[in-house]
């Protein structure tokens, strides 16, 4: 997908409403308060010694930059949050609602922009180094914890 399209994505996403319970619709997830959606995902990297999953690092980091560029036009610069402590927050017992509890135990950290009472966060999700990366999108009401 290009960066239109993840604009487009967004914007959609934005304007979607909130299921009352979970539902999983092709590369979206959705609950009450959220959806967060897979614009992009790599290819798996179990028979990799390292180099191609360094590389598709950069290339998800990029884009996530290049599309963070085009949301800070629009909406000024980001917040940057890490999302470790809401990890170890979730580890420890604490309930992390979603989106936030899926985000942390993939992405460590997201940027953020509070638009029309809605948060819109980016975030390159990791998961085990064998594992896709993904480039993620979520809109949702619910404050990060």
């Given amino acids: 997908m290009t960066l239109a399209g993840h604009l487009a994505t967004i914007d959609r996403l934005r304007l979607d409403p909130f299921p009352e319970a979970p539902v999983r ?7 009450p308060g959220f959806h967060v959606a897979e614009l992009i995902t790599s290819e798996d990297f179990w ?3 390292g180099s191609r999953r360094e590389l598709a690092e950069e290339q998800w980091e990029a884009e996530r930059e290049a599309l963070a560029q085009l949301l800070a036009g629009r909406w000024g ?21 979603d989106p936030w509890d899926r985000l942390c135990n993939a992405v460590p950290d997201v940027h953020l922009w509070r638009v ?3 948060w819109i966060v980016l975030g390159v999700a990791y998961g085990d180094k064998e594992m896709p990366l993904q480039l993620l999108a979520a809109v949702t009401t619910v404050d990060p914890p």
């Fill in 77 to 97: 610069e980001p917040q940057v949050f890490g999302l470790g402590s809401l990890l170890t927050r979730g580890f420890q017992g604490e309930h992390i609602p």
């Fill in 25 to 31: 619709s092709g590369p979206c997830d959705s609950g």
């Fill in 47 to 49: 028979d990799d010694d």
């Fill in 116 to 118: 029309d009472g809605r």
